[in-house]
């Protein structure tokens, strides 16, 4: 954990410490104490003098695979010199490493990135690397050589022996998460969006769920903390909640304003240990929900499929889909921050879109639903069309404090790129990355 003294954060451990709010002095002075201590690497321990992709991705993916550990980066071998390693200058250096690590490791480790200067060496910092070790089997996509794991304190090939202790690993992970529950299965059961079956009816009509039908097509983005917390349910929390989403989305409290409130209709239910709330926009026949748990786990599902004028509902909307992500990942902060939780936790998002094609126009990307100034240039997703049908895409990532507040943009540009590629968009991540930043939203 991490104690205050005279108001300054002071680091006691690095394997096991909250490093999301510490100065950087801290991390400083930490990275030194543990170098100059005398502890010797080993499973879980590894210092290096300078960051050479090749070299230090195969730690890393050998520390997923095997008990976890920390990477430290621009320590002298003596360790007793700190010259840190250069800094981009175009770019953040926790960045570039974790866009490194996310391009030459699958599937993508749970890792936190964090740095602090080098004082004796300007324009260089130290980074650390702190991996957590997962039940899966962490390959390096460069070289023929893809499993690695730690052997002492080193980093080797997997042996045939170890690769089979890997799989069981792998394996009885597997057999056991089956058997438990899922945090989120509470509000996921039933956790749908749905469509008008006849939309020249009334909004009344349209608004009867005995004439609505449940959707393929949707936008589902789920939070779920590190370690289940416990939360006491009540009004004030629910109320809470429901003013964080009309001020998060705010495309939701336009449509109130300006007039069209008999066209939204509003609902909520409960359970026992959930809470969920529905806005259906009548007019639009656009559907969102948006419920929470006693874990303290988040989630957001709206309809993705639309239509412009009378057109047949086949489009969607890739502005649209990063609005959303935007939103649910603020709301997650919002409440996990008001619960008094800073610590990590999963963000998972599917977007299914069967059929449906993107709306564009000769330049950008362009919005459905949301009243929104965001327009992403279509250079930065290019859809590669394919002679077969891609449906759904997925993504998931570690979210961590900074990756939901000061990190909040690389969050969105990580797992959007994730979901856009398994759609088969080529996306430029640098040209994503520069639209979301100055778009004021973000």
């Not at 201590?37 to 003098?49: A, I, M, P």
């Not at 030459?104 to 070790?133: K, M, Y």
């Not at 629910?238 to 705010?250: A, D, G, T, V």
Request: proline share 5%.
């Amino acid at each position: 954990m991490l104690r205050c003294d005279n108001w300054n954060m002071r680091v006691l451990n690095l394997f096991t410490d909250d490093l999301t709010s510490c100065q950087r002095l801290d991390l400083h002075q930490a990275i030194v104490a543990l170098a100059q201590s005398g502890v010797e690497e080993d499973f879980r321990l590894e210092f290096k003098e300078t960051w050479k992709a090749d070299e230090q991705c195969p730690d890393i993916a050998a520390f997923a695979n095997s008990y976890g550990g920390l990477l430290i980066v621009g320590v002298t071998n003596d360790r007793q010199g700190f010259p840190g390693i250069p800094m981009p200058p175009r770019s953040d250096l926790k960045t570039q490493l974790d866009s490194t690590i996310a391009t030459r490791i699958s599937p993508v480790p749970i890792c936190e990135v964090h740095t602090c200067p080098a004082p004796a060496n300007a324009g260089h910092a130290l980074a650390l690397i702190r991996v957590s070790p997962q039940p899966k089997l962490h390959l390096y996509l460069k070289g023929d050589r893809p499993v690695y794991v730690r052997n002492g304190d080193q980093t080797i090939p997997a042996r045939a022996t170890d690769l089979q202790a890997l799989l069981d690993r792998v394996r009885n992970a597997e057999a056991s998460g089956r058997q438990l529950i899922d945090p989120s299965v509470d509000i996921a059961r039933d956790f749908y969006v749905s469509k008008a079956t006849n939309l020249s009816a009334t909004f009344a009509e349209r608004q009867d769920i005995n004439k609505r039908w449940r959707s393929e097509t949707f936008c589902r983005v789920t939070a779920i903390p590190e370690r289940p917390l416990q939360v006491g349910l009540d009004v004030t929390l629910e109320q809470r909640f429901r003013h964080s989403i009309y001020s998060l989305y705010p495309s939701l409290a336009q449509r109130l304003l300006v007039g069209l409130g008999t066209s939204i209709a509003k609902r909520e239910d409960r359970g026992g240990s959930w809470y969920r709330y529905h806005h259906l926009d009548l007019q639009r026949d656009h559907e969102g929900v948006w419920a929470f748990n006693s874990a303290g786990t988040i989630q957001y599902i709206c309809e993705a499929s639309g239509r412009v004028g009378t057109d047949a509902a086949d489009l969607w909307s890739l502005v649209d889909f990063f609005v959303n992500l935007d939103g649910t990942l603020r709301l997650t902060h919002e409440m996990w921050t008001s619960l008094g939780y800073f610590g990590a936790g999963r963000f998972v998002v599917q977007l299914s879109v069967p059929k449906l094609v993107p709306i564009i126009n000769e330049t950008h990307y362009q919005p459905l639903f949301h009243e929104t100034s965001l327009l992403i240039p279509r250079d930065a997703a290019r859809n590669l069309y394919a002679n077969y049908e891609v449906s759904t895409g997925r993504g998931e990532l570690l979210l961590t404090y900074d990756g939901r507040t000061s990190q909040r943009t690389e969050t969105l540009v990580t797992v959007g790129n994730q979901v856009l590629r398994d759609l088969r968009f080529g996306v430029d991540v640098a040209a994503l990355r520069g639209v979301l930043q100055q778009f004021s939203a973000f």
